[in-house]
Nanobody, 125 residues
């Protein structure tokens, strides 16, 4: 079982930046693809970004492409989501998740087997 703990959320003005972190407590972290999802009030959880086990590939939702950067440090068992040029519509609870091996549908929640508790990001206009 992978335990994930997110941090770094907070309140920021539009145009500002935040960096989210997600620490994993599993020895096999370096073999896992990871994802970020978010859920805004009254909306379903949606895909934000994913990264492969070796950082060889990243994918982003169109709504964050060019503004968010997903990275990882396997030596620290941690992934990061750098969020720049934040918009009020980015306001949501952000979750990191560990991908199930062999599941290529990284944009769907079913491709992930472990989730963090979430961290709130609020962007004021």
């Amino acid at each position: 079982q992978v335990q994930l703990v997110e941090s770094g959320g907070g309140l920021v003005q539009a145009g500002g930046s935040l960096r989210l972190s997600c620490a994993a407590s599993v020895r096999t972290f370096s073999t896992l693809g990871m994802g970020w999802f978010r859920q805004a009030p009254g909306k379903e959880r949606e895909f934000v970004a994913r990264i492969t086990w070796n950082s060889g590939s990243t994918n982003y939702a169109d709504s964050v492409k060019g503004r968010f950067t997903f990275s990882r440090d396997n030596a620290k068992n941690t992934v990061y989501l750098q969020m720049n040029s934040l918009k009020p519509e980015d306001t949501a609870v952000y979750y990191c998740a560990a991908q199930v091996r062999g599941y290529s549908n990284y944009w769907e929640e079913t491709a992930y087997r472990s989730w963090g508790q979430g961290t709130q990001v609020t962007v004021s206009s």
